[in-house]
């Protein structure tokens, strides 16, 4: 079974641009859930959906934060208008309700650096 | 809310040497616990998955200890190697919410 996938890995943006990052989770897994990681703050939550049904949207990343769920096969998030302060690893993750445990399964990462 | 603090945030053990990363939660209700391993550039990698009903979980040379009268989670390395050398992390979940709680990582390093 692939894991989840997030493309691209790395991305460099200037301040003011739109970028948008790609997660394909885990095949049948109902819930998905977009992180981003720095050093500083560690990870933070930005959306998580629920069956495609957005549950929460991070409360501070709400204002040039937007993720979306297409279908229960593709998710994206857009940062618009980027801002140097970005700058950080973004996190993709998913889980199965009907699992024991419900973990959280993550993919690679997205690497953003705003100049 | 669930406040989950990891401690130490550096560790560097000789090889062969134990590693120990402390976890503290605030959440009486919390019920199930994890404990993550991120190498450079990757994601986050599943160790161990822990319910509540469980104080000891063993596999493949890490051990899980759970102490909910203090709400404290560890994670043992036993006879740590060079490949062991990665941040740790630990999370916490509330039984019926999906929302995980991360601490804040613990950079192990082992020195051969």
């Known amino acids: 079974d692939a894991g989840v996938t997030q493309t691209p890995r790395h991305e460099v943006a200037e301040k003011g641009q739109t970028i948008i990052l790609k997660c394909e989770p885990v095949s049948g897994h109902n819930d998905l859930f977009w992180y981003r990681q720095t050093k500083i703050q560690g990870l933070e939550l930005l959306s998580y959906?629920?069956?495609?049904?957005?549950?929460?949207d991070g409360g501070a990343f709400k204002d040039r934060f937007k993720a979306e769920m297409l279908n229960s096969s593709f998710s994206t998030l857009k940062i618009q208008p980027t801002e140097p302060k970005d700058s950080a690893v973004y996190l993709c993750?998913?889980?199965?309700?009907?699992?024991?445990?419900?973990?959280?399964?993550f993919g690679p990462g997205t690497r953003l650096t705003v100049l | 809310g669930e406040q989950v603090e990891q401690r130490p945030p550096h560790l560097s053990v000789p090889e062969g040497d134990s590693a120990v990363i402390i976890c503290t939660y605030t959440?009486?209700?919390?019920?199930?616990f994890y404990w993550y391993k991120q190498e450079p550039g990757a994601g986050l990698q599943l160790l161990m998955s822990v319910f509540s009903n469980v104080d000891r979980k063993e596999e493949q040379g890490l051990t899980v200890l759970l102490n909910k009268k203090d709400k404290q989670l560890s994670l043992n390395l036993t006879a740590a190697h060079p490949g062991d050398s990665a941040v740790y992390f630990c999370?916490?979940?509330?039984?019926?919410?999906?929302?995980?709680?991360f601490g804040k990582g613990t950079s192990l390093t082992v020195i051969p």
């Open positions: 959440d009486s209700a919390t019920a199930y």
């Open positions: 993750a998913s889980s199965s309700l009907g699992g024991r445990y419900a973990e959280q399964f």
């Open positions: 999370a916490v979940r509330n039984t019926g919410y999906q929302n995980f709680y």
């Open positions: 959906f629920r069956s495609k049904s957005l549950m929460e």
